[in-house]
T-cell receptor, first 112, second 116 residues
Framework: GQQVMQIPQYQHVQEGEDFTTYCNSSTTLSNIQWYKQRPGGHPVFLIQLVKSGEVKKQKRLTFQFGEAKKNSSLHITATQTTDVGTYFCAGRSGGSNYKLTFGKGTLLTVNP | GAGVSQTPSNKVTEKGKYVELRCDPISGHTALYWYRQSLGQGPEFLIYFQGTGAADDSGLPNDRFFAVRPEGSVSTLKIQRTERGDSAVYLC??????????????FGEGSRLTVL
């Protein structure tokens, strides 16, 4: 079945440093979503990417969808302590339009 | 309510017992999902409803797990003969509609199940 892999599993940065997490799917995706989960909380939707090569920005966050629609990345510029949490990518493949498969996530900690 | 509501928030049970977990989605959301999340892992898909019917139940691990959504709103996840390995946070999510290119998921706070 479809697998979604994320690296790294953990990332610790100093406040102000940049952060990137990468997501790879075993199958071509119809779309990909990103979620953030704060410690003790539930996943909260950040963004959805649909088009091949798509790039979207939300303030300090930049999301990319690969040309082959099998990989994606999230980049945070100048991290802040409020960025702490686990970032998940979640993808839908053409064979299962409605099931959203999550990666294992990247836990980001920020040292003030 | 304003968001997805899940009850109970915590459930402790003994091995072999039966449990029910309830999810009340956002009003008007036709799609409802159940996920299971273990510590340090991503949400694992269990089942998805579109209206009253289970559109995809491929994630249910075995026949001890069953879910219903009889009126297309509230859903109940039922686990029979619980095992220690069933211990996890069970997340429910709803979305306005489902289909390719749509479907931001709104998650509830989850039901933490502990099987002793």
């Amino acid at each position: 079945g479809q697998q979604v892999m994320q690296i790294p599993q953990y990332q610790h940065v100093q406040e102000g440093e940049d952060f990137t997490t990468y997501c790879n799917s075993s199958t071509t995706l119809s779309n990909i979503q990103w979620y953030k989960q704060r410690p003790g909380g539930h996943p909260v939707f950040l963004i959805q990417l649909v088009k091949s090569g798509e790039v979207k920005k939300q303030k300090r966050l930049t999301f990319q969808f690969g040309e082959a629609k099998k990989n994606s990345s999230l980049h945070i510029t100048a991290t802040q302590t409020t960025d702490v949490g686990t970032y998940f990518c979640a993808g839908r493949s053409g064979g299962s339009n409605y099931k959203l498969t999550f990666g294992k996530g990247t836990l980001l900690t920020v040292n003030p | 309510g304003a968001g997805v509501s899940q009850t109970p928030s915590n459930k402790v049970t003994e091995k072999g017992k039966y449990v029910e977990l309830r999810c009340d989605p956002i009003s008007g959301h036709t799609a409802l999902y159940w996920y299971r999340q273990s510590l340090g892992q991503g949400p694992e898909f269990l089942i998805y409803f579109q209206g009253t019917g289970a559109a995809d139940d491929s994630g249910l691990p075995n026949d001890r797990f069953f879910a219903v959504r009889p009126e297309g709103s509230v859903s109940t996840l039922k686990i029979q003969r619980t095992e220690r390995g069933d211990s996890a946070v069970y997340l429910c999510a709803s979305s306005l509609t489902a289909g390719q290119g749509t479907g931001e998921l709104f998650f509830g706070e989850g039901s933490r199940l502990t099987v002793l």
